[in-house]
């Protein structure tokens, strides 16, 4: 076998709830659709994935097909996974906490600590985008929160670096291309909203993804 045809057969072998319009997913995502084909745009090749914390891989039993990322901050100085379940279970009479994700800042939770919530554990719908199920985004985007005010401060480094490294492992499992990258003001279907925050920048994000 020549040196050429065995290279070529060698190469063979070798991803808390601001008002949304209650209204069905903008058409323009179904195009990216549920199909078995994971995506039809272009997604960047993975990179190499650091360890994954055991807690982040969803359950084969329950999981959903995930097409996009929304990110929220808390629009509060402090906050954790456990505070924003009982702001939203006593304030909201939701479920509980309506994010999958929520990364702390230092203050009720270690800087940059990734706290997974019942709804990833689970796979349940969230109720990021306005609490209501009937939000394409709630139903099939994931809600990542990270704990702040980012209009009056930016994410700490460690939130960030955090936040990239879900956001990668988030990308390799569903083939979610930056485009399905979402601040919550930009999500299609929104309404009015500063989140995540006007010192927090979507295009710095991306551009380390």
């Known amino acids: 076998m020549s040196r050429g045809i065995f290279l070529f057969y060698s190469c063979l072998l070798i991803l808390g709830g ?7 997913m903008p058409k323009i995502m179904h195009d990216y659709g549920l199909s078995s084909s994971v ?10 994935l650091p360890v994954i914390p055991k807690d982040w891989w969803p359950s084969s039993k329950f999981e959903r097909k995930w097409i996009a990322i929304v990110i929220h901050h808390s629009g509060t100085k402090n906050g954790s ?27 009720n939770t270690n800087n940059g600590e990734v706290e997974v919530t019942f709804r990833w554990n689970d796979q349940k719908v969230g109720a990021h985008c306005g609490g209501t199920y009937r939000n394409w985004a709630n139903k099939e985007a994931i809600g990542i929160c990270l704990v702040g005010n980012f209009n009056k401060t930016s994410p700490t480094g460690r939130q960030l670096a955090s936040l990239v490294k879900l956001i990668r492992f988030l ?6 291309s930056e485009s399905r990258i979402y601040g919550h003001n930009t999500t299609p279907g929104a309404r009015a909203t500063d989140c995540p925050g006007k010192k927090f920048s979507m295009a710095k994000l991306k551009s380390t993804l």
């Open 39 to 48: 995506s039809k745009e272009l997604v960047k090749p993975a990179k190499t």
């Open 171 to 176: 990308q390799s499992r569903y083939g979610i």
């Open 81 to 107: 996974l456990a505070i924003f379940d009982k702001w939203h279970k006593e304030g909201n009479h939701w479920e509980g906490v309506g994010y999958d994700f929520v990364i702390g800042n230092g203050t």
């Open 18 to 24: 601001c008002i949304y319009k209650d209204e069905p």
